[in-house]
């Protein structure tokens, strides 16, 4: 069940509007009956567009026929709950690469071990999903570990939404012993990569990656309206962020500067190519615009425009557009900041999550406590 909901200024009032196909593929758009003051602030958004979504989803189901009441304890396929009830949830409360994560992962597992009333499986089934995929179909343990952890995910909240008597692998030691930490970039390495990507839209989002620490899903859904360069920050919704919280970024002197030239770039495209943006308020643009035409860059095209020109740079394959996030954490803790407020900005969900990434860091900066005793 695909649908996305947006604003629309009618009747003096900002209107949030959900947009979806029907049964006959034929696109539609129905009113969430949530509204804005056509000045709100950003608190004032963010609870609105959360309404809102609860109100979409509930006008999507009717309008499709699939809001009959159903009950949670004799669904008859894991399939139809996952589908039903938990991808609508991660949908309005994951950023969208989440939700293709997750379901990535259960597709494999319901291939793997069949699919079954949510009380069929049991921790044997995980067992055996392990060794398919590692001994089989020949992934790597890293790779599980994460397809693991989103299908535990899905089946917690079955549990906790009552449609499970008992969690069949709570508690259970189910990951592979794999290494978690990728490498950051060397300090030689990372300007190498600028100086390749010079002038150039992909250059530009690896620099705010770089001085951000912000994920690449982050960056290619932010819009206009979430940046505030007056107290130089970038405000992400929940919409957009892996945890489903919203947080701020704060903008450093490099980020601040490739934000001035995004914000130019938009205004050059803006005047010389009006069509373009006639039903597009310069608010409502995201500040990555393709290289060519206009509109957002999905996550697929950074990805492959960053493997172009790492090549081209002659940089290591190991190197991906995640190591940037890696990087940020890693060079400023190596300079000596809190390791508090890393954890803030980079939406962890407490600072012993960043520790656990960066303790071989931020040992660095302890080694002058020590020095202290001499």
């Excluded at 196909?21 to 602030?41: A, H, Q």
Aim: aromatic share 12%.
């Amino acid at each position: 069940m695909n649908y996305r909901i947006y604003l629309f200024k009618r009747e003096k009032k900002n209107r949030f509007y959900v947009q979806f196909n029907d049964e006959t593929g034929r696109l539609r758009s129905l009113s969430t009956g949530v509204t804005l003051p056509l000045k709100y602030t950003n608190k004032q958004r963010d609870e609105a567009e959360h309404q809102a979504k609860i109100a979409a989803k509930k006008k999507v189901l009717k309008a499709l026929g699939m809001d009959h009441p159903t009950t949670k304890k004799n669904i008859d396929k894991l399939s139809v709950y996952l589908d039903r009830y938990y991808y609508p949830h991660i949908r309005t409360n994951r950023a969208e690469r989440t939700l293709e994560t997750y379901q990535r992962s259960l597709d494999h597992f319901i291939r793997v071990c069949g699919d079954k009333p949510l009380q069929a499986y049991s921790r044997s089934h995980i067992h055996d999903y392990k060794i398919i995929r590692f001994d089989t179909d020949g992934i790597q343990k890293t790779t599980i570990n994460i397809e693991l952890r989103s299908i535990k995910a899905a089946f917690s909240w079955a549990y906790k939404n009552d449609f499970l008597d008992k969690f069949q692998f709570k508690g259970q030691e189910f990951l592979f012993d794999a290494p978690t930490s990728k490498r950051e970039f060397k300090t030689y390495e990372i300007n190498k990569l600028f100086e390749a990507t010079e002038g150039t839209m992909i250059g530009l989002a690896i620099r705010l990656a770089y001085y951000t620490g912000m994920r690449q899903g982050e960056l290619s859904n932010i819009t206009w309206r979430m940046v505030h360069e007056k107290e130089r920050f970038v405000h992400l919704p929940a919409s957009i962020t892996k945890s489903g919280k919203p947080r701020r970024v704060p903008l450093s002197n490099g980020a601040f500067n490739v934000i001035k030239v995004l914000e130019n770039v938009l205004k050059t495209k803006r005047r010389n190519h009006p069509k373009w943006y006639k039903n597009t308020p310069f608010l409502e643009c995201y500040i990555l615009q393709k290289d060519r035409g206009f509109g957002q860059y999905q996550s697929r095209s950074l990805q492959d425009m960053f493997r172009k020109y790492m090549n081209k740079a002659g940089l290591p394959k190991e190197l991906t557009f995640h190591c940037l996030r890696h990087s940020f954490a890693t060079h400023v803790l190596e300079r000596g900041a809190d390791l508090y407020g890393v954890s803030k900005i980079m939406g962890h969900s407490s600072p012993a999550v960043t520790a656990a990434f960066y303790d071989h860091t931020t040992a660095l900066n302890y080694r002058g406590i020590s020095d202290l005793l001499c």
